[in-house]
């Protein structure tokens, strides 16, 4: 009866896109997850009145930051095209998306690191300064667990466009559900394989939201 109903659907294709998208989102969110933590830190660590303050070190982070997460997705993917084939030798495949991914979500959740950082009383901080804290203990010792709710949900919402990111890299050849989607659902005007494709990327946005916000809960001592 599915068949009838889906006679398009090749579910062996479907599920080995899904695959590459979970690839792709996965490493993605990973390498997002730590390169943002580190910006975001440098961030917040030399703004004025801080540990590391540094104007001029300040401004060239936040330029960066500001620069790559005002790109559209689509144009950024364009403009990486050379630097990708440079480091992988391929523009074709979900490896190849990585870069693109990665360079577009890191600044994104640079400034959302940030924004948590921002929140911490600096009482706490200025508390562990008085004790004689190593910058090294204030980070892991202080702003990473006081902030952790925050990056988790920063994490989240990021993980989600990201997911959203690999659809949209798919359409010019990075493969996932996106370029199943676009290749064998819309140029062939099989709109059954469109809509299964959009309903597993659905799921698993809602998964990610499901489990981001089981996680928040856990860490959020308030």
């Known amino acids: 009866m599915l068949n009838e109903w ?3 659907v090749d579910w062996e294709r479907m599920w080995e896109a899904t695959k590459e998208t979970l ?38 982070i936040a330029a960066f930051v500001n620069v790559f997460r005002s790109i559209p997705f689509l144009i950024l993917i364009v403009l ?10 391929t523009m074709i495949g979900e490896n190849a998306a990585l870069p693109a ?9 640079a400034r959302m690191v940030e924004i948590g950082l921002r929140e911490i009383d600096k009482g706490v901080i ?6 004689g804290a190593k910058t090294s203990t204030i980070i892991w010792k202080v702003l990473i667990p006081e902030s952790m709710p925050a990056l988790v949900s920063g994490i989240t919402v990021t993980a989600i466009a990201l997911v959203g990111y690999t659809a949209m890299a798919g359409v010019i050849g990075a493969g996932g559900l996106g370029n199943l989607a676009y290749l ?14 959009t309903i597993i990327i659905l799921i698993i946005v809602f998964i990610i939201q499901m489990i981001g916000d089981l996680i928040t809960s856990k860490l959020d001592k308030r």
């Open 6 to 8: 889906l006679p398009n």
């Open 23 to 60: 690839y792709m989102t996965s490493i993605s969110v990973i390498a997002t997850f730590i390169l943002g933590i580190i910006l975001g830190l440098l961030l917040f660590l030399t703004s004025k009145g801080n540990i590391w303050q540094n104007q001029l070190v300040n401004k060239i």
């Open 80 to 89: 990486l095209i050379p630097f990708t084939k440079m480091i992988l030798g």
């Open 101 to 109: 991914l990665i360079i577009g979500a890191a600044p994104f959740y």
């Open 126 to 131: 200025e508390a562990s300064k008085s004790m």
């Open 184 to 197: 064998e659902g819309f140029q062939r005007s099989r709109y059954d394989v469109v809509w299964i494709a």
